[in-house]
């Protein structure tokens, strides 16, 4: 799996658009781009993925670069229950495994 | 309901012991895997099962036993137990190897300590 780069920590004010960058300057034509993040004491939580497409769903968007070597987590409306560590993780199609990093820790203020 | 459920939440137990943590998905999914979370943070698997077959074995030691009687059970059991033991530990699973990219689904961990 690729390995991707991103910031050790962000901080957002609540009510605004949290955008978290990644970078998978190495990543593969086969490896989509997963996003997890995991708030305290709590398993990781599945946020949304995608291959070459931006994607969105009910929790974020996914806006991924033309060349697919950088991507951003956009959280539209960021409240203090999204304060959390967020994991991109580029995952070979198929693999039966996430390799996780360190993450961001974003942390959400009132 | 409980997607991915594991039991029990807090377990602490001395050194030498031997204890076994529990998994139940219902999801319907065949792939089921153990990760573990050490002191700082990291996130790493530790087993994949595919429909009760052991895929992935992360160079675990072998007083680390995984056991799945059926697809949507994997439980851990661990034999004399060290301190280094001490962390949280997540049960997950996926439906196969989709070429669309299988999602996995965590449990909410159990959190070991050996004192």
């Known amino acids: 799996d690729a390995k991707t780069t991103q910031p050790t920590s962000m901080d957002c004010a609540e009510g605004r658009a949290a955008n978290l960058p990644c970078n998978h300057s190495?990543?593969?034509?086969?490896?989509?781009v997963y996003w997890y993040r995991q708030i305290h004491s709590q398993g990781p939580q599945y946020i949304i993925h995608?291959?070459?497409n931006n994607e969105t769903n009910e929790m974020a968007s996914l806006i991924i670069t033309e060349d697919r070597k950088s991507s951003t987590l956009i959280l539209p409306h960021a409240t203090l229950r999204d304060t959390a560590v967020y994991y991109c993780?580029?995952?070979?199609?198929?693999?039966?495994?996430?390799?996780f990093g360190q993450g961001t820790r974003l942390t959400i203020n009132p | 309901d409980t997607a991915v459920s594991q039991t029990p939440k807090y377990l602490v137990t001395q050194m030498g012991n031997d204890k076994s943590i529990k998994c139940e998905q219902n999801?319907?999914?065949?792939?089921m895997y153990w990760y573990k979370q050490d002191s700082k943070k990291f996130l790493k698997i530790m087993f994949s099962?595919?429909?009760?077959?052991?895929?992935i074995n992360e160079t675990v030691p072998n007083r680390f036993s995984p056991k799945s009687p059926d697809k949507a059970h994997l439980n851990l059991h661990i034999n004399s137990l060290e301190l280094g033991d001490s962390a949280v530990y997540f049960c997950?699973?996926?439906?196969?190897?989709?070429?669309?990219?299988?999602?996995?689904?965590f449990g909410e961990g159990s959190w070991l300590t050996v004192v």
């Open positions: 997950a699973s996926s439906q196969g190897t989709g070429i669309s990219g299988n999602t996995i689904y």
């Open positions: 190495t990543i593969s034509g086969n490896e989509y």
């Open positions: 999801l319907g999914h065949d792939t």
């Open positions: 995608g291959l070459k």
């Open positions: 993780i580029a995952r070979i199609q198929g693999a039966q495994k996430l390799v």
């Open positions: 099962y595919n429909n009760k077959e052991l895929i």
